[in-house]
C-alpha cells in the first residue's frame, strides 16, 4: 500500500539547512496497523505529511497503492489525497459552525456527491462511531473525545484506502485515549490500513507495529508483540 525508499526530507531556514529525514525506507502492507514513535522534534510529522502528500520530499521514492507520488501539481495531489486518504489530527480540525453531520459529510460534498447519498452516508459513519445521537450537535457541545469521533468518522466517510492520524490522542485524558484508540483498532480490525503517529508508548502499543524514529533515521520497526515501546522512551 505505501513503499517509501532512501526518503530524504531537510527544511530551509535562511542559510541553515534542518536535514530531518535522513535516507527513511519503509512499506505498509494493506490491513496493517503501524504507529510511528519517535521523541519531539525526531520528524514524525514530516514523515506522515509526505505520506499524506500535504508534503514533497527533497529525493527518494513513495508509491501509494502502486501509484509513484511526485511532483504532482496541487489538482492532481488533492485529487489523490481524496481517493487514498483519511486524516485525523491532534486538534480534531473540525468546523465549528457546523454540526456534527455536517462536518462528516464536508468531504463528500466536495467530491459532487448528492446531498442524500452525502447525508446517509455520513450518518452510517456517525454510527459507527457511536454519535447517532449527536448528528445535529455542533463541536463545541461535544468532548474531546466525541470531537476525536467526528474527526475519525469524517476520515472514513470517502472510504479511503489509508487511515492517518498525527497524534490522534494528543489532545485527550488517558481515558478517552484508550476508548479513541478502541475505536481506531475496531476499523483495522475490520480491514483498513492505519498509521499513526505518537510519542506516546502507551498508544503505540494499541497497535500492531512500531517503528521508532531518531536522528532522521528508522532505528527499529518491529511487531508489537515483540517489542516494549516503553523500553525505548
Ligand atoms: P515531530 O512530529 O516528530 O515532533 P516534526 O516532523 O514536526 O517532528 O519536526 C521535525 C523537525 O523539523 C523539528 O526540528 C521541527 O522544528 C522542524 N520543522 C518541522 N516543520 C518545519 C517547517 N515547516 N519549517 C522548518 N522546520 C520545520
Ligand atoms: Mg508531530
Not at 500500500?1 to 534542518?18: A, F, P, V, W
Not at 462536518?103 to 457511536?130: C, F, T
Not at 447517532?132 to 457541545?141: F, G, I, Q, T, V
Request: glycine fraction near 8%.
Amino acid at each position: 500500500m505505501i513503499e517509501i525508499r532512501d526518503l530524504h526530507k531537510s527544511y530551509q531556514m535562511g542559510k541553515n539547512s534542518l536535514h530531518v529525514l535522513k535516507g527513511i525506507d519503509f512499506a505498509v502492507k494493506e490491513g496493517e496497523f503501524v504507529s510511528i514513535m519517535g521523541s519531539s522534534g525526531s520528524g514524525k510529522s514530516t514523515l506522515l505529511n509526505i505520506i499524506g502528500i500535504l508534503d514533497e520530499a527533497d529525493s527518494g521514492t513513495y508509491t501509494l497503492d502502486n501509484v509513484p507520488i511526485k511532483n504532482l501539481n496541487e489538482t492532481i495531489a488533492s485529487r489523490y489525497r481524496n481517493k487514498f486518504l483519511g486524516f485525523v489530527f491532534q486538534s480534531f480540525n473540525l468546523i465549528n459552525y457546523k454540526s456534527a453531520l455536517d462536518n462528516v459529510a464536508l468531504p463528500l460534498y466536495y467530491q459532487g456527491m448528492g446531498r442524500k447519498e452525502r447525508m446517509e452516508r455520513s450518518m452510517y459513519y456517525l454510527e459507527k462511531v457511536g454519535l447517532a445521537n449527536w448528528a445535529k450537535h455542533l463541536p463545541s457541545e461535544m468532548s474531546g473525545g466525541q470531537k476525536q469521533r467526528v474527526a475519525i468518522a469524517r476520515a472514513l466517510a470517502a472510504d479511503p484506502k489509508v487511515l492517518l492520524a498525527d497524534e490522534p490522542t494528543g489532545a485527550l485524558d488517558t481515558k478517552t485515549s484508550y476508548e479513541v484508540m478502541e475505536l481506531i483498532q475496531q476499523i483495522n480490525d475490520e480491514g483498513k490500513t492505519v498509521l499513526i503517529v505518537t510519542h506516546e508508548s502507551d498508544i503505540a502499543e494499541m497497535t500492531k507495529r512500531i517503528v521508532f524514529l531518531k536522528d532522521g533515521q528508522i532505528e527499529s520497526d518491529n511487531p508489537v508483540n515483540q517489542v516494549r515501546a516503553s523500553s525505548y522512551v
